[in-house]
């Protein structure tokens, strides 16, 4: 497979090194010192282009992926609000997107983990929810990615919650998200159920980035053989 990467940071290097590892190759990679090559031509090459870039640039670069047709592996996060759109331009030219909050394998058994969990609790009205999530200081989005997506099945799963917000200070309709941003962490989430008496908690401890970067590798494997709209959920068979 030869794939595209948008975005050579922390997670695009850690991608082109478990690419090369898995007997793939990386001949194109963006970022913002050579974006002139970013340019149609070149998306062509690539059976398939990996974006880690920021929330402000994302939408752009899958929006010219659509256009000259290569599948995209989404990792950015914090662009969501034009998730509609992405899904339009997508459905529209007939492409393949596979975005992920997180690609690791763990996360997305935790969020499994999560929902059932959910599904216990929603009969205990005596336990209240909240969220905490630990990220690196550079992150730039708040809450995670990850957070978010937990948050959006904790409301699908419990009625009495109908929005997220991010604080603890929340009314009872809302969940909370405490968003701590520490040095050197890779990402850290933790679902906590509390009563007068007692905490129940599940919390997933990313070790490293590696986990990621192998997850959207795998994703890039899985969109060589499966077309349109693709997820986690659909490519582990949870
Ligand atoms: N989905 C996941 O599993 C997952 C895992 C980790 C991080 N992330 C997300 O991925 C994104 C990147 O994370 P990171 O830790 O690699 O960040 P990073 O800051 O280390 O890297 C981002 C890179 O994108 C480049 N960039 C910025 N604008 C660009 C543009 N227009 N075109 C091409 N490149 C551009 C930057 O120069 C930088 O090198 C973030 O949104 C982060 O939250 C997702």
Redo the contacts with the bound molecule.
Sequence with gaps: MKAGI???????REIERILLERGHSAPLV???NN?HE?IPENLKKCDVVIE??????AV??YLACFEVGVPVVS????WLHHRDLVMEKCREKGGTFFH?????IGVNLFFELNRKLAEIMSGHPGYSLSMKEVHHT????AP??TAITLAEDLITMIPEKLSWRNDLNTRSEEIGILSERIENVP?IHTINWESEVDTIQITHISKS?KG?AL??VMAAEYCLEHKGILTMKEMLNI
Aim: charged share 20%; aromatic share 10%; proline share 2%.
């Design positions: 948008i975005g050579y940071g922390k997670m695009g963006f970022d913002v974006l970013l880690f870039t920021t929330p402000d640039a752009k670069n990792g950015t996060t914090g992920a909050t997180n690609f690791s550079q992150k730039l989005d995670s990615g990402g980035r990621m997850g959207a």
